[in-house]
């Protein structure tokens, strides 16, 4: 079998953490039985490229179950788990992946993930369409669509639909309500805390917290501050997000005004330099930086290198940047996602929702292949409904239902 991981003599280790997930994601669960018995992805060839720990891991499974013929890959050089790479290979799932690859390494296994002749593509981020677009673009052919799981995957996808450039049509997972609404605010909120916590091994409460950004992830970063008794300022660009902030409880100001307040800066935008040299030069010595968005051009690291005379590694994924007027100036996880580079990104059981919008919405590909246009999709609300009855039915919680008069009388405009 073609792979490229680490060590296959990992793969018990990757097998108890996809064990431990499992137990631990019961819609998933619930697919994967239905999986085993329809077998509705027979000879489909799925292409997918997801952060690359157990709860990915597990999607995987659960597409191979449905009959897939997996290609898989992470979504970032620093949060693939070689042990669960090595799972997936000795399991028969070809995986090219493998924690800390260079930039050329990286793009190498996205290539190699896409050689097999994806028809549905699983992307974070848009590498896999990016490498489809750009480099194999003899595969588009066979591509019946796919699905994106992130705001920033999304951004690229609607600029190439805009530009004529999009070639098969791509389901937004992000949007769906399963996703953002919990992954999003929820998911990141926890795990962004527990990389840095167990990073840095610091108190927050007491300290001062910059979030930049208060879309759904940002909110969650900040209520999770809050609750671990930080004060919490906020940067945004739009002024209806700064509003709600404010009405959250928190205070509003621009980066420059926050630079030299901060003790800890989280940057949550999708954007670039969101903070750069400007913003060094002010920044009070031994501020903390990370980076929750996807890539890692939030935190301008060149500017950030050209005002060091030196830089050192002081604890795993910690370096420090000394100033040439002496400060010194942390950044967590080379910049890359602080909840996967220094942790192991959401909760599963958050997961548990947002890769059931990614394996349905793939069956939704697959059933209407051939009809899409290129374009950026909604997740029908259907899936959305359904998923989070399952939810609930996983939680042993029962709610109401409209009676006949009920639905009459919404339906109705006269009173």
Known sequence: MDCLIR???????????????????????????????????????????????????????????????????????????????ASLA???IPVFAWYGSTPEEYEKHIEMTLRHGPNIIIDDGGDLISALHTKMTHLIPGVWGGCEETTTGIIRLKAMERDGALKVPMMAVNDALC??????????????????????????????????????????????????GAKVIVTEIDPVKAIEAIMDGFSVMTMEEAAPLGDLFITVTGCDRVIHSGHFEKMKDG?????????????????????????????????????????????????????????????????????????????????????LPPKVFNIPASIDQKIAARKLESLGLRIDSLTEEQKKYLGSWQV
């Open 7 to 85: 060590d296959i003599k990992l793969a018990e280790s990757g097998r108890q953490k996809i064990a431990w997930v499992k137990r631990n994601m019961p819609i998933l669960s619930g697919l994967e039985e239905e999986f085993q018995r329809t077998r509705p992805f027979e000879g489909v060839k799925i292409s997918l490229s997801v952060h690359l720990e157990a709860k990915t891991a597990y999607l995987s499974k659960v597409f191979a179950s449905g009959g897939a013929q997996m290609s898989v890959t992470g979504s970032n050089p620093l949060s693939t788990q070689d042990d669960v790479a």
């Open 90 to 92: 000795a399991d028969g």
């Open 179 to 228: 996703k953002h609404l919990f992954d999003n605010r929820y998911g990141t909120g926890q795990s962004v805390w527990d990389g840095i916590n167990r990073t840095t091994n610091l108190i927050v409460a007491g300290k001062t917290v910059i979030v930049a950004g208060y879309g759904w992830c940002g909110k969650g970063v900040a209520m999770r501050a809050k609750g671990l």
């Open 287 to 371: 501020a903390i930086l990370c980076n929750a968005g996807h890539f890692n051009v939030e935190i301008s690291i060149p500017e950030l290198e050209s005002l060091s005379k030196d830089i050192c590694e002081y604890r795993k994924n910690i370096m420090g940047y000394t100033l040439t007027d002496g400060r010194i100036l942390y950044l967590l996880g080379e910049g890359r996602l602080v909840n996967l580079a220094c942790g192991d990104g959401h909760p599963a059981e958050i997961m548990d929702m947002s890769f059931a919008v990614q394996a349905m919405g793939a069956l939704y590909i697959m059933e209407n292949r051939g009809k």
